[in-house]
């Protein structure tokens, strides 16, 4: 039996340019005019499937975008296979502020992630649109990302996004996995008769891999509890 593959993916952006709606819209395809703002994290399972027929878990994590919580969600950068980066169309700010963000991804993240930017709420009238399309495509190609704007009310792209990403993530692990022949991983037979793989330096351990270990030795709900210990220890350091 083989083992599921699981991909970890990031929302990120500032508070309320609509991370929390964006995946409501691909998880359950719906969308809430008004909700409490995300607290820390939150996550959903998501199963998809790419073009070659491959079944794929997603741990989709919904990151609050307020200041007092980054030190919080920075934490949970290290095991992300793929980022969705989102700013406002409406509010000037939150684009803006996408460099900051990709340079915390940059300190924090692993080296070979892949971020999408999407600039979200284009359902909005034209005249509230404050971020030209043309902006976030300059953005976009000056940091090399794909780019989209979007709709979490319409569902206008949403799924694009997601098939894209994971389609990316899932080939850069299939290129990573790919045996070379000029490499110094040895197999040999153990006396059992069962193939044991020899690592040569820096061979086989490297930060860029799928989430499914990760998943198995601490899990999601073990992650929100870990969570909450933390929010309860900031609450008391700060009325302490």
Known sequence: MTDEVVYK?????DSSVGKTCFLLRYCDKSFQEAHLSTIGLDYRLKTMTLQNNKSIKLQIWDTAGQDRFRAITKNYYKGANGIILIYDVTNKQTFENVKNWLTQIKEEANPNVIIYLAGNKIDVDEELKIVPTEDGQQMADEYKLPFKETSAKEGTNINEIFQELVEKIDESFSKLETPKTDTKQKTQLSAGGKARRHHGPGQGHGRHRPVRREIRRRGPRR?????????????????G
């Open 223 to 239: 992650e929100i509890r870990g969570l909450r210990g933390t929010l309860r220890r900031h609450a008391r350091l700060r009325d």
């Open 9 to 13: 993916v990031l929302l990120l952006g």
